[in-house]
């Protein structure tokens, strides 16, 4: 019998029926988004004073789970289709950052171009 890999709905399914079962699918949107940025913060830990990160895989990929578990939340508390929501989002940023202008491996020209791209772009927000 073999294994199958459980696909982001199947995560999302888990999720909720782990909070379900113990009561917890109300958190509030504050406390969830703060406990997003909480577990980012755990996950940088990892990586506090060095580019190669202290701890295992595994760990780091708990705390990524901590993150995507808690983002899961608050999505369902706003009605966010995550897929669709990064669909979204990656066609904002291949316009902002186009392709053809990051092709170049020399770094000097990529942040030139990553540069370029942050000066000229109008940020659409309402705050």
Do not use: C
């Amino acid at each position: 019998m073999t294994k199958s890999t459980p696909t982001f709905d199947d995560a999302v399914k888990a999720v909720n029926t782990h909070l379900a079962e113990r009561h917890w699918e109300n958190n509030p949107p504050r406390g969830l988004a703060i406990s997003i940025a909480l577990e980012a913060n755990e996950l940088l830990e990892h990586y506090q004073w060095q580019d190669e990160p202290i701890g295992s895989t595994d760990e780091i990929a708990g705390e990524l789970a901590d993150i995507l578990i808690y983002a899961i939340q608050f999505a369902h508390h706003y009605n966010i289709d995550i897929p669709e929501s990064i669909m979204t989002k990656l066609a904002k940023a291949a316009k902002k950052y186009p392709a053809d202008k990051f092709q170049t491996t020399d770094p000097a020209e990529r942040r030139v171009a990553w540069l370029e791209a942050k000066t000229n772009h109008q940020k659409d927000t309402l705050l």
